[in-house]
């Protein structure tokens, strides 16, 4: 029988210059600390209508040679700093939301700008090689000292261009290793299963199947797409593989309050994740992996308990599965550590982690077992970015040297315990304030107010997004500090004062 523990409930709960002179003002010491980003603005300032007259002018440039339908407005990041995006009409946002989650320690960071002032960084940015045929010479040593410093206890590591190939890659790595373990470990593929794979027939192309979440993004290419469950949009006229989809745990809210019926709402998706995997296999399309979000963001800031995911780990060995944490938008520090899954205390490292935002390069952590055993079996022509990787360097060692975790746990317990005050004071409007370290989220009543109250932040400055179906989320940089919390909390207020 699974046990939520009292414990475990207990979680959710280059300068710019000044645009304007009715910036707010706030001390750099106010709540804040050591300044993580020189040359900063007070706060947000909003010059003109939104959109402003240069950016209207730049949707006109731009809509003959592209569809629009998704940009917002088009960014200075000459003049972009730290927490601030500036916009084409020199209108200063605070940024809450960081291009959906990938920027780590805000625009234009001074330890950022100087990696490629390094003529042999340079010299990598500029000779892009193709990683699995041509490595640099210092290659082996970069991925030796990235596992060693940041891997989830994974020996192993596979680079790649985006969040969603880091997925269906992984993917792939899943398959091989489930049918080498049924083949036998030494056994060379059949004469049949190369003539079968070339016309996409089995056995050569094997009936596999991948287990995801009701809610779960992981991304847009076609295999990635199948276990991608959050908006139609996504889905709409793609052809898509029979895998098998379990509904994620919906929790009520508060977690204090509610301790007996989500632990049978994580039985009760525990039971189907059992139940589907002996059905996918009577059908002869075993589950050889499972993969889930730490904290699913794009289906809603949805949460489970570490209770689920250890459970969860222990399904996935028992019917021979990998265990995929798909840490894309949860990884790189968010959270308060290194990686999301760190907080659930699973029993051992998932088979494979996933990565890329914040981490500016991509790919995925994995053992020894889920590494394939001849060449050209996971490889593109780049497999990676170099620059990307340099970068990563320059983040980490910052993370390190100012203890940013750490700074990232104040701000979250600043910034969640002031979401839970504005639920509490508009308690018709707002519900569900949830979090782990600055990935935050909290749930309007309607996905009509969700969006109203995004779009008169916007105008008082602040940059935000919404997901699922009426949720608002925040993710800052990992630089976001105390006052940068009461900044977005004065407005928010102020929002919702308006709208009350």
């Not at 706030?26 to 804040?32: A, I, P």
């Not at 569900?432 to 779009?455: H, N, Q, S, V, Y």
């Amino acid at each position: 029988m699974l046990l939520l523990s009292e414990e475990s409930h207990n979680w959710l709960d280059f300068s710019i210059l000044k645009i304007c002179e009715n910036t707010i003002r706030l001390s750099s010491q106010k709540g804040g600390g050591q300044e993580l980003v020189p040359g900063e603005p007070d706060g947000p300032c909003v010059r003109t209508e939104l959109p402003g007259p240069k950016t209207k002018a730049l949707f006109k440039d731009l809509e003959k040679l592209q569809f629009l339908g998704s940009i917002q407005y088009f960014a200075d990041y000459d003049k972009s700093i730290g927490n601030y995006i500036v916009d084409a009409d020199d209108n200063v946002f605070l940024d809450t939301y960081t291009q959906i989650a990938t920027v780590p320690l805000g625009y234009n960071h001074p330890e950022i700008l100087k990696a490629f002032t390094d003529e042999h960084n340079l010299r990598c940015l500029v000779n892009r090689p193709a990683l699995g045929v041509f490595p640099g010479v210092d290659w082996p040593k970069r991925m030796e000292n990235i596992i060693k410093q940041i891997s989830p206890s994974l020996p192993n590591i596979t680079t790649m261009m985006c969040g969603s190939c880091s997925n269906e890659n992984a993917f792939k790595n899943t398959f091989i290793a489930y049918k080498r373990k049924m083949r036998g470990e030494d056994a060379d593929f059949t004469d049949e299963e190369k003539k079968t794979a070339m016309v996409n027939q089995p056995p050569g192309s094997a009936k596999l199947s991948i287990l995801s979440f009701f809610g779960a993004f992981h991304g847009r290419t076609l295999g990635a797409l199948s276990t991608t469950h959050s908006k139609a949009i996504h889905k709409l006229d793609f052809p898509a593989f029979d895998w098998p989809i379990a509904h994620f745990p919906e929790y009520k809210y508060p977690l204090k309050e509610n301790v007996r019926e989500n632990q049978k709402e994580d039985e009760k998706c525990l039971a189907e994740v059992e139940d589907l995997m002996e059905t996918y296999k009577k059908k002869n399309c075993p589950v050889a992996g499972v993969i889930v979000e730490p904290i699913q963001s794009e289906g809603g800031d949805n949460h489970a308990s570490p209770e689920f995911f250890q459970c969860l780990q222990k399904i996935c060995k028992k019917h021979c599965a990998a265990l995929i944490i798909d840490e894309v938008q949860t990884g790189c520090g968010s959270t308060g550590k290194m990686w999301c899954h760190e907080h659930f205390n699973l029993e051992t490292p998932p088979d494979i982690v996933t990565f890329s935002k914040k981490m500016q390069m991509a790919g995925y952590f994995h053992s020894k077992e889920m590494s394939p055993k001849k060449p050209y079996r996971v490889f593109n022509t780049w497999m990676g970015d170099p620059g990307k990787t340099i970068l990563l360097e320059r983040i980490v060692a910052f993370i390190k040297s100012r203890n940013l975790l750490e700074q990232v746990q104040r701000s979250g317990e600043c910034l969640i315990s002031g979401l839970m005050e504005m639920e509490k004071d508009f308690p018709c409007h707002l519900s569900a304030a949830r979090g782990r370290g600055t990935l935050t989220a909290i749930t309007c009543t309607t996905a009509e107010l969700r969006d109203d109250i995004l779009k008169r932040m916007k105008k008082k400055g602040i940059q935000g997004g919404g997901c699922g179906q009426k949720s608002i989320r925040l993710r800052p940089a990992l630089v976001f500090q105390e006052r940068h919390v009461e900044i977005f909390l004065d407005i928010f207020r102020q929002v919702m004062q308006e709208i009350q």
